[in-house]
């Protein structure tokens, strides 16, 4: 079967998340990186895009010049990853939507809320698909803990905990040189969430996405702890979701000692899961009243969707780009099947999730300027 | 040396903590129990006096004939054991105290906020000692902690992450049969906090002791999980320290695959700290910036409170009896110093902390009935 | 009940395990030191004694002065624990035995396979009880480990690894003043195995205990890494099991990185059971084609042995000095059954165990002088 | 920079290791396969093409005639991947090797010492690169691990403790239609050493690896647990190295709870290192005295070879397939340099350490046979 022609949008030299796409886009062989806007500039564009092996005609300078040739190429591109900082979401995807063309998009939507609407009724009035690269909701026992919900496992939902820290911002690096924290730390490429934004959104989406729940309603405390810097770099939150259950949610870019510690606990009235990124093949399941058991990826005891996002036998650890690599996997597959008009279940994330995001970043910025003040979402 | 004669007041049979109070008395050699008003009957005081070694006539069925009867004695206990509920600790403290005998007291401190000012009255009034053992203190590695905290090695306190997690209350036990169940859920005998006064404050007390930070102000979300229960069973908590620093406080009786959950973590601007009570013999110590440091109970590294308060080398784990005993240890030491009428430097938890305490409890209490405002303490 | 009379010979000051003997008789309460030959001169035991509230005249300076005074005193001691080095062991429990006071002893049993047989004989002869510490059969878990095997939970036992890591000796701190260290690699004290003596026998007691197998015969290997050291630092054997079941044995006091690294892996043809003494509260279970569960004490699934070996609910850690403590109170019992010409079922170390483990260590040294070879037992 | 072509001898349906290879060769986009002999039959070998969308033309039923034809093809292939059962190893390596086509193979070398030989001279030959995907190497932590011993981190190299536990032969499921179990207990595919050759290889090699220790001599006791199975399935062995070092390995297939616990630990006279590959972003550093530390993938203090192993940022785990991978990735750098007739350093696993594997391999049987006796390598 051939690979689907890809595009890049961002991603050019220096940039983290690009190399991280292409990387999951190559893992299952079943796209081809053919064409980019890897930068603003078609200089820089092609000077990332040799490197990267691009042919020369096909690196732009500008996506809404990208979107145009390609769509017009009997071998252009079918899909476009958007890696770029998040005021270019919404733009970017715009044009490559209105195309038919499928957009695979990095998270969170857009850096304003109005961008995220728009983005919505883009996406809706587009043939081709949006993808949102929630990557963490592609780790096999993140599967296996949704499956476990749903099929009653722990019962109703009572507690949920969750929290993502990090500590690369404990010092104003952003001040230093550091590029990856200079446009994480700017309302105008971020949006007005720094922390909340960049990984306090991954962990609300997790929770939502294992427990199905649907938030009603949060209370944050947004902080800024580093003098200088223009967006919030810790993050507490309370929650309550639909149905009564309670959780709260901590995020923080200044915690010394934490890399990604995206961690999710999700208790019920029959037993308890819990899971952790960065030892990410394990999953605790406590059915009430009997020991712990230790789950594995791929091992004893593993859900279809545990199965079904593994490649190898239990043991031998799949990691963050494998996790990655499953939500590209998964596009390719409806991609494909979007060929034959066809768009079967899957486990996505899609502009809705994106919207729902964006919205839990302007509550959490809401609520926080209004002391932590409970706000509906 | 001649070991303390000591007193117990509640503990008799099914009590759980009042056994965990004699082994704690009993492992440094420095008390001997020789007389308890263990039960509220002459009788069943006798009972589980006999099964202790008791001599008959030094067990009671009222704590007030005791302290009467014990003060006039040549060889009467001179400091007493309180491990009943909740709301027996003030009028029976205050027998003790006003005739001079020492009282050691289980937390919270008492079950309402105006016995708990009575009780700081009585013990200010007093020449007796009186210590409250939140025995978490007395883990060599929270000694450690607090000193790395004090010496600087975390730098400024920004964060603090605070989390009791149990799950023995998942099913309505209390109208089961379960006794330590039922006075822990009920208002007349705990006061009006349930889980946020049996463990919440014990994970308050750990953050204060270990930060040396008072409180400025809390916002908390206090739920009652299980149908029928009178008294909360899980809580979220927003916490705001003076001097900017900011936290989240978790406990909870239904989180099932907990057994005793307490965990600290504390990051400042130079390093990060994080310990959990069931590994109790480790702290980890990141220096921003550096790998993390796996300190041990007693081992390399270890500060001076750490080398006191432990009995062995390390690799040889002590537990929560050796924490819970170092209270009783120091308490000890104060006593025979009180002789002499001095009053040394200690770490002991003191009824000033009771009083922070039981506050604690009721602006969680307060906090929550106003959908979670922020309430100052 | 009156706490039965104690008395110790060896534990003066600097000693290590006399202060782990006394906390472990004092922790449940049936034992009170009265008496001891703490040291080897009347002086030196009288300063001892004092400090641990001994009366002058029940110090002494020498054990057989001490065994026959005390065998006619009407006060005097029912038991003694013996805390010296090695060699004095067999010397000083026949002196006790002989005169009907029961003995607790430090391991290994002697420091000659000579003696050893010699202390069988005047164990079996007498009425008293020996029972020797080996006491990480004590922990909750180990009964528990115990209990599974027996009742088949893991099938037929096909392999056992045991291993026993220190790292105290990586330096010739014999050479520097520690007494510790100076005893322990002296051959006169301690025997003609180092490491193997003095930790390898507990690692291969704790795999007897645990499997119930019969040793067949081994192959050893060991080395003298510390130069000028005049015993064993580093221990590696190969163990065939009397029914087919093979194992390893690793014992180091030269490893970096271990403080006391006793660990036990069983594997039969239905599961796996693990365990390692410095998380003692847990223990894994793998019935095999099945998730991993994590066993606590006194937790979900305890089995009787591992609950009646426990004093406090789960989640709050039990420790070294506990699971010591468990083998006191269980000689208690036997000493109180005693005294009605009774002898219970227990599982208490035995003088035939103390046999088996310097017949170990026998073995181990006479099959590393092979070269090696493997060697009967 | 175009993709190397690649071809792949084995790896058709059902094949574990051929899937694996195929992703480490795509993961960092250095390899585009072209063609193969997947399987014995060229019908078989054109379906398993098909599903991998290979050219029809380019499958083939026998790797002599891929060998001859693409040799001779403008666009042939440039490398091939070997990932058949072991005994197909060397036929298959040579008829590539002497025609100039590289060779990336898998472990162990081959099924015999005699073959092992022959593949050395037919790599010693060729102007072609023989690689050995001995992948455990390209852990990024194991390279630190390396590292760390070379400049000398740990001292003088004492004791070597390595293992491999699995469980997945615990049941004799090769009688029961397991084609991996199948060939890997079959002695005319696998070679002479079952467990020992499958996994004990890999530890053997491990420890090579990381310490630079040369093995001098080992004894090993080889045990077949399960009835009727036709090679070994627990290895135990000790061993001693140039210089005075000692060592065990510890491999299994029949220990129920473990998936793939390869894990290394190495002690020296000034600290101890310890490696699991299951956790493999970890890698633990006692530097002796001092509070051991935990060091990760391209974290604070990594080495420059734990960073030019790592793609991504620590805290986002990267797993076995990205260890695969860089032995894919490094192999491609050779290819390129030898195209201009460069052949830089490396520490990719050569044909040498493939015969020392099989000698190492050999040296157990033939010890196991003399009932572990000592034989030199």
Chains 1, 2, 3, 4 share one sequence.
């Not at 220096?14 to 079943?30: C, L, N, P, T």
């Not at 939902?157 to 994480?184: C, F, N």
């Not at 394990?282 to 058991?293: A, H, I, S, V």
């Not at 409806?334 to 839990?360: C, N, S």
Request: with cysteine; hydrophobic share 40%; charged share 25%.
């Amino acid at each position: 079967m051939k690979p689907i022609r890809l595009g890049m949008i961002g991603g050019g030299n220096d940039a983290f998340i690009g190399g991280v796409h292409r990387i999951a886009s190559r893992i299952d062989g079943r796209f081809q990186l053919v064409a980019g806007a890897l930068s603003s500039t078609a200089e820089k564009s092609k000077a990332s895009g040799a490197a990267l092996g691009l042919a020369e005609d096909r690196c732009y300078g500008d996506f809404t010049e990208m979107a145009k040739r390609e769509a017009r190429l009997k071998d252009g591109v079918e899909a476009v990853a958007i890696v770029t900082p998040n005021h270019v979401h919404y733009p970017a995807a715009r044009e490559f939507l209105k195309r038919g063309i499928h957009v695979i998009c990095d998270k969170p939507l857009t850096s304003t809320l109005a961008d995220a609407k728009k983005l919505v009724a883009a996406a809706e009035k587009s043939d081709a698909l949006f993808v949102l690269t929630h990557n963490y909701t592609g780790y096999p026992m993140v599967r296996q803990a949704r499956e476990m919900v749903r099929q009653g496992d722990i019962g109703n939902v009572r507690v949920v905990q969750v929290e993502y820290p990090q500590d690369w911002l404990t010092d104003p690096v952003e001040a230093d040189g550091s590029k990856q924290a200079e446009w994480r730390t700017d309302p105008e490429r971020s949006g007005a969430g720094g922390c909340v934004g960049d990984i306090g959104t991954h962990a609300y989406n997790l929770a939502r996405f294992v427990t199905g729940l649907q938030l009603e309603s949060l209370a944050a405390d947004l902080t800024t702890f580093v003098e200088g810097r223009r967006l919030d770099d810790n993050v507490h939150v309370m929650l309550r979701f639909d149905g009564g259950a309670k959780g709260m949610l901590w995020s923080s870019q200044v915690a010394p000692g934490n890399e990604n510690g995206l961690r999710l606990r999700v208790y019920g009235d029959k037993g308890g899961l819990e899971w952790a990124q960065e030892d990410p093949n394990y999953l605790w399941f406590t059915p009430f009243g009997e020991p712990k058991r230790l789950l594995t990826r791929n091992g004893a005891g593993a859900t279809a969707g545990n199965q079904g996002a593994s490649r190898i036998p239990p043991g031998h650890p799949e990691g963050y780009l494998e996790g990655f690599a499953n939500i590209y996997n998964e596009a390719a597959d409806l991609i494909v099947a979007a060929r034959d008009g066809k768009m079967p279940d899957h486990l996505l994330p899609t502009v809705q999730d994106g919207l729902e995001g964006v919205a839990f970043i302007d509550a959490c910025v809401r609520s926080s300027k209004r002391d932590a003040a409970w706000v509906k979402l």
